[in-house]
């Protein structure tokens, strides 16, 4: 087994079939279930809330990776955390008080992520990585699923991976955004070790676990 760790993003399930959907997931070597939470501000589309991260908790024991993309997520954290969120992962982008929301979600006994988008440089995470368990490099712009994998975003990797490196921390690189078995390789030689893949394990065209084996075979 290789060192990954395989996110699948509901975000592309067949929400009439969630529960049988999450069920065929969990009965795979698959690592974690990511949650997408779209305000319609932060980013254009609106998606799911606490409810559906609870729903989430009660079909699997996987952990629960969230993924706030929305504004002032302060404002929301302890709703997620009580719903069952493992992983809680906020922008850099937009939100000023973001030491104070990393130690909130600590506190609530979430592991607490860092997110950034494409047009972001890495030198802004300076200061906040010391704070976080996982930082996730957006290689797609946020809001929709289904893109097509950014490949400058593995640069960009690198050099998380190289700071996280420079003070010594355990945090894990994530990746989001067009996470195929073609795309994979790339993102995991710059240093990511957990991958979020929506399409290619919900859509994949042999089912579920397939998609998940598919991901797993491309970096070993």
């Not at 922008?91 to 973001?98: L, M, V």
């Not at 030198?123 to 010391?130: G, K, P, R, T």
């Not at 976080?132 to 712009?141: E, R």
């Not at 995991?188 to 991901?215: C, E, M, N």
Request: glycine share 6%; with cysteine; net charge negative.
């Amino acid at each position: 087994m290789n060192n990954i760790i395989l996110s699948a993003s509901i975000l592309s399930a067949d929400f009439a079939r969630l529960g049988e959907e999450l069920r065929a997931a969990s009965a795979t070597d698959l690592d974690w279930v990511h949650i997408d939470v779209m305000d319609g501000q932060f980013v254009p589309n609106i998606s799911m809330g606490p409810f559906i991260v609870e729903t989430c908790n009660r079909i699997t024991d996987l952990p629960l990776d969230v993924h706030l993309m929305i504004q002032q997520p302060e404002r929301h954290i302890q709703s997620f955390a009580k719903a069952g969120a493992d992983w809680i992962s906020v922008h850099y982008e937009g939100n000023p008080n973001i030491h104070r929301t990393l130690q909130e979600i600590r506190a609530l006994g979430c592991h607490p992520g860092i997110v950034i988008n494409p047009g972001t440089p890495a030198a802004v995470l300076e200061s906040v990585l010391d704070m976080v368990d996982l930082v996730l490099v957006m290689s797609v712009n946020p809001g929709f699923s289904g893109q097509k994998f950014m490949p400058e975003m593995a640069r960009k990797i690198a050099q998380v991976d190289s700071m996280l490196k420079q003070i010594n921390s355990s945090a894990i690189i994530q990746v989001d955004g067009g996470i195929t078995s073609e795309t994979i390789c790339a993102a995991y030689d710059a240093g990511a070790r957990s991958f979020v893949a929506a399409t290619a394990i919900f859509k994949h065209p042999q089912g579920i676990a397939a998609g998940i084996a598919s991901l797993r075979n491309a970096v070993r």
